[in-house]
């Protein structure tokens, strides 16, 4: 309700403390099965550094959240901006969603050039897919909606499975470890 004085304030403590990239996470609710990898996209600014990352240019335009409005604010003043949103199972809605969580922490990683630690979350995050496929399992209907959304992502994601789309996530691999 207040996301002029939100973002004006944190754009303060970030001049404050002198911060020269900002990365702002979100999520958002989609058709994505929680059996695949989180779908995390994301914008930059400039987008010269998305395409560094492997992130591609974002094409939305319309409404936006407190993350978009973060992200336009710092962008203005010249900070580096990141902007990520992971696609969260909307049939699990339920937060927290250690999967999500864990995808976007990947990405994070890259993006200040560190290892952040993960704690727990990497077998909270087996625990929450174990969960969430014994619920799918005690209802025919939502398993067989299950099985069609892991059809479409498997069919969408085929020609993903490019030469090109190989390296990139080779790449990203490669520099995480050496950073590490």
């Known amino acids: 309700m207040r996301w002029r004085s939100y973002t004006a304030d944190l754009l303060a403590i970030a001049r404050e403390l002198g911060v020269r990239r900002a990365v702002v996470l979100g ?22 550094l998305g395409t560094r990352y492997g992130l591609e240019a974002a094409t939305y335009s319309g409404p936006t959240g407190i993350v978009g409005a973060v992200h336009e604010a710092f962008s203005a003043v010249g900070v580096e901006t990141v902007s990520l949103w992971a696609a969260i199972p909307h049939y699990v809605a339920q937060p927290p969603c250690p999967k999500a969580t864990l995808a976007l922490l990947g990405w994070v990683q890259d993006f200040v050039e560190t290892e952040v630690p993960l704690g727990d979350l990497p077998e909270e995050s087996v625990s929450w897919e174990a969960g969430v496929n014994d619920l799918t399992a005690e209802d025919e209907d939502i398993a067989s909606y299950v099985r069609g959304l892991e059809e479409a992502k ?22 995480r470890r050496d950073d590490g």
Do not use: K, N, W
């Open 27 to 48: 999520s958002l609710l989609a058709d994505a099965p929680h059996t695949r990898p989180i779908p995390v996209t994301g914008m930059c600014s400039p987008v010269e």
């Open 154 to 175: 498997d069919t969408v994601d085929l020609p993903e499975a490019t030469g090109d789309a190989i390296a990139q996530e080779f790449e990203r691999y490669l520099r």
